[in-house]
């Protein structure tokens, strides 16, 4: 059954043995697996539920209906851009499609460092191989690379380096090119067609277009949650009420302990909101002049540079660089320079390569309840700055190789690098927010797994320590940044949850 706060009862009440706020990958996968076991399950979503033939591929449209504050969103100090999903399907609405497995190198050290016995690569390997049979998970073939993934590819194997194909979830994509303004074609495997849908089927009930302010407590256990029904402007035409033995929150690494900390939640731990992983990135460019390249052409995201990473390389650097493909508008507010220095870039638009660094960060941020609305407080660091700087570097170097005749930093003074003895040219350009376009398309970690609240926010099990039936199941169980895209992590570590909450309630 699906409900709409536009059209519900404006104070809509209701009775249920488990409600999880959030359908991203992690409330979806929760309320699947609990709706399967016979419990009765509301799924709570603020987001709409926008099907395909509603994706119009436009972004002024889509980037207000899809994303939180339109994908205007950014940290405290302005220094890093923070895009999120806000519809039926989270994130995975708007992501493009990769599809990691937590690398073994990351479980065995969550394991020995936070306790966490049931994420050995062992356990996890059967519940990965699930989840990717739900979500189709397919590796990308050379043959389909886009022009722009194909040249990144070109350039790490001239240069010796490590690189592969992503892994998607998709099933036969048309490479539209549209992926991050939602899927029109329905071919990508997101969560609103995958989870969502097994939940309902399996006697789940999504209410959309609902606003959960408050999660509601007595006695040591969470009795429901409340909040506030919004009309098709998103302004509020109502209230609501659920009342539920089992209360599991999945809102996503910014909104889970935003909603915990704004709900008065005891946190003996002390962790909550804390512990705020980003995967820092920021865009390096290739100039190929007269090749028609079109990043945003065909599949955005098909090759990546594996050489430098720590968890997948044990390089020191920590960096994934991954290819990418933007619109327009994106492009616009990313790209080097100001006014007709900027508009010259522009108008090489189909010119351009494009990739971007996925840096795992050593230096972590937290999450505030702030004036009606989350503060992320978070600063580059030093290090991780300098570790940027070194991925940058190396990206260049490959659209180089590739045959590129410059490359082109994210930096807001523009930055040409036709050789890499341009690359002391990087000496004498800032390397902080501000001064690099830095975005975050990853948050992770607020309320980390961990097996004592001496190390962790939660329970092994994603249970909230001074309570009894409050669970947390998405991104924000991260003990560390992942270091690769977390997609298919997030699926995993709620499908332990799933047990956990199946076992203790």
């Known amino acids: 059954m699906r409900l709409s706060g536009t059209t519900v009862e404006p104070s809509f009440t209701r009775k249920a043995q488990v409600v999880v706020v959030g359908t991203g990958p992690g409330g979806s996968t929760v309320a699947k697996r609990l709706a399967e076991a016979g419990r009765d399950v509301v799924l709570i979503e603020a987001g709409s539920y926008v099907p395909a033939k509603e994706f119009s591929q436009r972004e002024g449209e889509m980037m207000g209906k899809l994303y939180h504050e339109a994908g205007l969103r950014t940290t405290a100090d302005g220094s890093m851009g923070i895009l999120q999903g806000r519809v039926v399907g989270g994130s995975s609405v708007v992501n493009y499609l990769d599809c990691f497995r937590t690398p073994e190198r990351l479980l065995r050290d969550w394991v020995r460092r936070f306790d966490l016995a049931e994420l050995t690569p062992e356990k996890m390997r059967p519940r990965f191989e699930k989840i990717e049979e739900i979500l189709h998970v397919q590796k990308v073939a050379v043959a389909n690379l886009n022009v722009n993934n194909d040249l990144l590819r070109q350039g790490t ?55 959960v302010d408050r999660v509601l407590t007595a006695s040591g256990r969470a009795t429901g949650v409340e909040g506030t029904l919004l009309d098709e ?117 189909n010119e351009y390569s494009a990739a971007g660094m996925l840096l795992r960060d050593s230096v972590p941020g937290r999450v505030e309840v702030g004036d009606g609305r989350p503060t992320i407080v978070w600063t580059f660091a030093k290090e991780d700055a300098f570790r940027m700087r070194q991925a940058v570097e190396r990206c260049a170097e490959a659209w180089l190789a590739s045959g590129a005749s410059a490359a082109l930093t994210g930096h807001s003074r523009l930055t040409v690098l036709k050789s890499r003895k341009d690359f002391a040219k990087l000496d004498s350009v800032g390397w902080s927010g501000g001064e690099l376009s830095l975005f975050c398309f990853h948050q992770m970690g607020t309320a980390r797994m961990g097996g004592s609240p001496a190390i962790g926010a939660t329970s092994p099990t994603g249970r909230l320590w001074a309570y009894k039936n409050l669970y947390v ?19 995993g570590l709620t499908d332990v949850v799933a047990d956990g909450i199946l076992a203790e309630t």
């Open 473 to 491: 199941a998405d991104g924000s169980l991260f003990p560390t940044a992942s270091g690769v895209n977390p997609q298919l992590t997030i699926y």
């Open 157 to 211: 194997e001239r240069l010796g380096w490590k690189g592969d194909t992503f892994h998607r979830n998709a099933k036969d994509c048309y490479g539209s090119g549209f992926c991050d303004l939602g899927c029109s074609y329905n071919v990508k495997q997101s969560a609103a067609v995958t989870f969502v849908p097994l939940a309902t089927r399996s006697g789940a009930t999504l209410l959309t277009d609902a606003r």
């Open 233 to 349: 402007a998103r302004q509020p035409r109502g209230t609501f009420r659920v009342d539920a033995d089992v209360v599991v929150v999945s809102g996503g690494a910014i909104h889970t302990p935003y909603l915990l900390l704004s709900s008065g939640i005891d946190d003996p731990s002390g962790h909550l909101g804390r512990n705020l992983w980003t995967h820092p990135g920021t865009p390096v460019c290739g100039w190929y002049p007269g090749k028609h390249v079109a990043n945003y052409e065909g599949i955005k995201q098909g090759y990546y540079i594996s050489e430098f990473s720590d968890v997948l390389n044990e390089n020191p650097i920590g960096a994934l660089i991954e290819g990418i493909g933007a619109p327009p508008g994106i492009t616009s507010t990313i790209f080097p320079g100001f006014g007709l220095e900027r508009q010259k870039q522009l108008q090489r638009y």
